[in-house]
C-alpha cells in the first residue's frame, strides 16, 4: 500500500549530489522508523540502505556509508535522503517505507514495512 510520497530524483552527473525527500500526508513519521530502499534496472531490490529509526538514531548500508545521510524534520513531516558523490552504479528507483515496530531491524525488506511509497528515479550519468 502507498502512503509515502517520494521526491527529489532526478539526472545527476559522476560525484554529484542529490536530497531525496520522503512525506507522509497521513501520519507522522516521527513515530515509525524510516528506511530508504532502492531497485536498479533489471536487479532485486537491495536491502535497506539506511533507517532512520523513531529514536533518532541510524543504520547505513555499507554500500552508501560515508556518501549517503538521512535526515528527519518534525516540522515538515519530511525525512530526507542526502545522497552524496553518486556513481553510476547508485542508479535505481528510491523508495522510504516507514516501520512501526518497536525496534527497527535493517533485515527487514520493504515489504515488510507497514507502509512505503512509489519511488523516484536517481539516475546517475555522465
Known amino acids: 500500500q502507498v502512503q509515502l510520497v517520494e521526491s527529489g530524483g532526478g539526472l545527476v552527473q559522476p560525484g554529484g549530489s542529490l536530497r531525496l525527500s520522503c512525506a507522509a500526508p497521513?501520519?507522522?513519521?516521527?513515530?515509525?522508523?524510516i528506511g530508504w530502499f532502492r531497485q536498479a534496472p533489471g536487479k532485486e531490490r537491495e536491502g535497506a540502505l539506511c533507517?532512520?529509526?523513531?529514536?533518532?538514531?541510524?543504520y547505513y548500508s555499507d554500500s552508501v556509508k560515508g556518501r549517503f545521510t538521512v535526515s528527519r524534520d518534525n516540522v515538515t513531516n519530511t525525512v530526507y535522503l542526502q545522497m552524496n558523490n553518486l556513481k553510476p552504479e547508485d542508479t535505481a528507483v528510491y523508495y522510504c517505507a516507514a516501520d512501526g515496530s518497536r525496534y527497527y531491524n535493517p533485515s527487514k525488506t520493504l515489504s515488510e514495512y507497514d507502509y512505503w511509497g512509489q519511488g523516484t528515479q536517481v539516475t546517475v550519468s555522465s
Open positions: 533507517i532512520r529509526s523513531s529514536d533518532g538514531s541510524t
Open positions: 497521513q501520519f507522522i513519521l516521527e513515530e515509525y522508523h
